[in-house]
């Protein structure tokens, strides 16, 4: 920006000394040339602060912030554009210029042979051309600059949207990442659940089996005193599996919340029914315990009496 503002400066002064010198044609090329120049500046000016959008939106991704960069991404084009088709113009006034002044030379050199040396007129015809030339430079310059940073703009904006999409598959792919995972404990904490549950089962069922078997003992009157430890064993078992019980109910709780967490309604009922089914086995298998230490404390004092 400040090499096109320099550069302004240059071609404004040339425009007075243009007119100082009576060249009006000239005079107004150059103040051409530094109006576009100072458009220039602005457009680069623009073209700073539409990096400073796309950072603010990289970081916020604000709705209106994400509007006014398609703005003014669009405004920079056309004006660029615009800049582009006026400075081809300018060359080809430059060109009619130099034309209409090769002219004036060849005029003004008849003229200056009758009053001047031949030395004179090669000098300043020589010194015209050397101005013309580095005139020439310097378009040729500023059109590779600006070349140049629309290249390097354009090269930021693709890489800079190149990583948005990056961190953005990154961060979906960690989300099912994540999913995948929580889901797959879910399944296994259920299966244990489950697990668990049957192996209760399976404990209740051997008691009630050792039950039968000691009462049917006791029937026949046969072992009054290990019917007395089975029934101390029974109360302990039954104990145990209440706590088990008990346990369970505790897990699916948590399984229900992990489910409501999730959005899954329909397992956290379903854990919920299974925590509601394992306090109630735990509540009979306390009952039951407790008959069965009732059983053997009035064997127990049955065998002292005899």
Known sequence: MRVHEESAARHQAAAVQWDARGEPGWATFERRCAVLEREAAQLDSDRADLEGLRARWREHRDGAVQAEIERLTADIKRR??????DDAVLEQE??????QHGRFVVVERRVSARTSSADDREREADERERIADERDLIAAERDRIADAREEAADQRERHADERQTAVVEHEHRQ?????????AGSRREHAASLRE????????????????????????????????????????????TAATLEESAALADEHAERHAQMGRSDGAAEERRAAARA???????RSEAEQWRELSVHRSSHGGSG
């Open 175 to 183: 989300d099912q990442e994540r999913v995948k995972r929580a889901e």
């Open 279 to 285: 306090r109630a086995a735990a509540e009979r298998a």
């Open 94 to 99: 430059r060109a009619r210029l130099r034309h």
């Open 80 to 85: 660029a554009a615009s800049l582009q088709t």
């Open 197 to 240: 549950q049957a192996a209760v089962q399976r404990e209740i069922a051997t008691s009630e089996r050792r039950v039968r078997a000691a009462e049917q003992y006791s029937a026949a009157g046969q072992a009054a005193n290990r019917t007395w430890q089975t029934a101390q064993r029974l109360s302990v078992l039954l104990n145990q």
